[in-house]
Each structure stands twice: as C-alpha cells, then as structure tokens.
C-alpha cells in the first residue's frame, strides 16, 4: 500500500516527509549543524548533570521546566541587552516543537499561516500538519521581504498567523528591525495576528536580535534553538520569549512532560557553557564570510549572509552542479529555489574542501560537460 491510498488527512497528500539526504561523504556542509563537537569540560558536566537526573526518573520532569526557563531567560537578557523574565520563557524539544505549538494554539483548521518564499520549508508543513492554511508570498530579487507585496498579501489573505523568518534559511537573508515593524503592524491593522519572528540563527547575525520587538507588542513571538549557535542539534531544545500570556496560552495544547528531566538536565549544562559555545560562533560567522567572499571571487552569485550557511548560484542547473559538488566529495544542500544551492560553514578545512570543489566544477564548466548547468549570473 502507498502512502496516499490510506485514508491519510488531504492537506498531507502527495507531501513529502522533511529532511535532507543523509548520505556517506567525507565533508557534510548540507544541515547547517554546528561543526565543532562540544567541548570535553561540557561533556563531563553534561554526564553530572544527567547522573543526577537519573536519580530521579521514577518522578515525571518539572513540567514547567522553571529553572532552565530561567536560565535561557537569563541568557537572552545578556545576549540582547533586553530584560527578559522566565515567564516570557518557554521551551520545548526543539523549536520546531516551539513551532508547532504556537500554530496549534493561535492556528488549526480553518484558520490560516503566511510566510515569505523561498523559507523554511518546515514552516508550510507544521502548518499543515496543525490544519492550518499555508500561503507564502514573493521575496525580492535580492530575497529580502517585498514589503508591498506583503501589505498586499496580508490584507488579501487575512492570515491568522504571520512567518518572518530572520536570518532567513535557506537564504541567510536578515529582516530589517523597519520591516518587521511594518509587517507586525500591517497584520494587526487587518486582524490579530500572531507575529512569530523564527530566529533560529540570530546569532550569527550581523544585525542585533529582533527580541526587543517584543515589548508591547504582545502577539510578537521571537523563537530560537540551541541547535546551531550552541552546536547542540542533538539535544532537541528550542524555546520562544514572548508576552506571558503566550506562554500561558500554549500550556493548553502543549503535552503534559513534554521535556524529559534528561534534556532539561543537558540544556542547563550546556547553558553554564555559553560563553565557550558562543565562542566558536565568532569562528563561524568569519569561515561564512571567507566563503562568500571566495564565491564571489569565483564570479558567482551568492546572496548576503547573516547566518551559518551560504546561498550561491545562479546555476542552469542546480541539480548538476549539486552532484558535481558531491562527486568531488563534499555534500551541500539542494533546497529547490531555482538556480541555487546551499553550503553551511563547517570548519576551515571543510570550507576549503567545499571551495576547491567549486573550482573544480567551474573549471570543468569553463571546459565542456557543464557547459549548459553552471552558468554564471550576468550581472
Ligand atoms: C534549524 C532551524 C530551526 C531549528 O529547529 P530545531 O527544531 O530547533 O532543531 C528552526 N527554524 C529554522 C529557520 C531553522 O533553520
């Protein structure tokens, strides 16, 4: 039996399941993980942590979660300048947990969601696996938002729930402090609308979180991740600060337990850890900065970066030039925006392995097979 003959919901028909091809390759550049595993220090303090949770797993977890709310408050305190209190706080396996809670809460069926393409994808698809309507609307050519375009589609589609993903992924495009003032306003003049500003890479931003934004204005949601910044994917801990009555509201649909004593245990550990995570941030963001410079110098297009990862191209063929990519060793990510691809920063011999690739390809290209694939954006 095929997916689509069981008596699955329509909105999740012909859908495919999310995730990147997890293939066997010497450098891994397609996930936009973090490259440096956690430090020993971390790693004993994380066994402690856990050890003592361990002695305590008959009991279910502190449902509330109110020491690492408190500790993850604390830490954006620091990190924006903003006071953030821990009920403003709320965390959950990961935030596209955090993501699917608020669209179960402020969306469902009949009810609708409005994000601007090319984004993460995961958006359309917590929405619809919530019943929520997804609606995406246009970026510039430059992928920033096109502002009269979204007015014009914020009052056509009346949405219940509005996507700014900044930076956003896959295109490493920040929103403008001045736009999501506009957007927010906008939505709120049509309808209330629950703002969610997805701010998974923040930190690798030039620009400073948007997280003030959320000082009344109380359907303003910032939601963040340790997955990247931290270089903790495998924990699964995401969170959101927003008005206390967000927090509250989502309490109704939120699983009782949600986040086991384990990785509340982890979290707290790795947080006692920021400064060290963070450090290996400032490494990052100048390795992303060296490849969009070295693109460049290619002569290729490559898109502002203010996040982990690099959008490049503008490729005939993007698809050829992902697997000439591949062939040589090294795996980037292929989202389906037409004519590009994506490469996150890893380490500075991975980055090097990724740019001798792409000369490899381009040289190549210069010559015959490729001819028709790789092109190169005439500008
Ligand atoms: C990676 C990513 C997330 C993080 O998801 P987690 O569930 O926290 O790992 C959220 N939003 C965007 C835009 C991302 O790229």
Request: glycine share 8%.
């Amino acid at each position: 039996m095929r997916i689509d003959d069981l008596p699955i919901r329509d909105e999740l028909k012909g859908k495919s399941p999310y995730g990147a091809p997890q293939l066997d390759v010497p450098v891994l550049l397609n996930t936009n993980e973090n490259p440096y595993p956690l430090p020993e220090a971390l790693v004993a303090r994380i066994a402690e942590r856990v050890a003592e949770a361990a002695r305590h797993l008959n009991r279910y977890p502190d449902r509330d979660a109110v020491e690492l709310r408190t500790a993850l408050a604390g830490y954006l305190t620091r990190s924006t300048g903003h006071p953030v209190a821990r009920e403003q706080v709320w965390a959950a396996n990961g935030s596209n947990e955090i993501l699917q809670q608020l669209l179960q809460t402020f969306g469902g069926p009949g009810r609708s969601a409005l994000g601007f393409a090319p984004t993460y994808q995961m958006h359309d698809l917590i929405s619809r696996g919530t019943g929520t309507a997804w609606h995406q609307g246009p970026r510039n050519e430059d992928f920033t938002v096109d502002l009269d375009a979204a007015r014009a589609a914020i009052a056509g589609l009346r949405p219940d729930v509005l996507f700014i993903c900044s930076p956003n992924n896959p295109t490493g495009t920040a929103v403008a402090r001045g736009t999501v003032l506009e957007l927010y306003r906008a939505a709120q003049a049509v309808k209330p609308t629950l703002v969610i500003v997805d701010e998974a890479y923040t930190e690798f931003s030039h620009q400073p979180s948007l997280l003030p934004l959320t000082e009344g204005r109380p359907l303003l949601v910032v939601t963040r991740t340790m997955s990247k910044a931290f270089g903790a994917a495998g924990l699964r801990l995401g969170y959101l600060a927003a008005d206390p009555a967000v927090v509250d509201a989502v309490q109704l649909v939120r699983l009782p337990y949600h986040l086991s004593s384990v990785t509340q245990a982890t979290a707290l550990a790795a947080l006692e850890f920021t400064d060290t995570l963070l450090g290996y941030v400032e490494r990052l963001k100048a390795e992303r900065d060296r490849i969009v410079a070295e693109l460049r110098g290619l002569g290729l297009a490559v898109t502002d970066s203010d996040a982990n990862f690099v959008q490049f191209g503008r490729f005939g063929d993007s698809h050829a030039v992902w697997q000439a990519i591949l062939d040589r060793g090294v795996l980037v990510r292929d989202n389906g925006v037409p004519g590009y691809l994506r490469v996150t920063a890893g380490t500075p011999a991975e980055n090097d392995a990724f740019l001798d690739a792409v000369r490899g390809v381009v040289k190549d290209a210069a010559r015959l097979p490729l001819r028709t694939s790789l092109e190169s954006e005439t500008e």
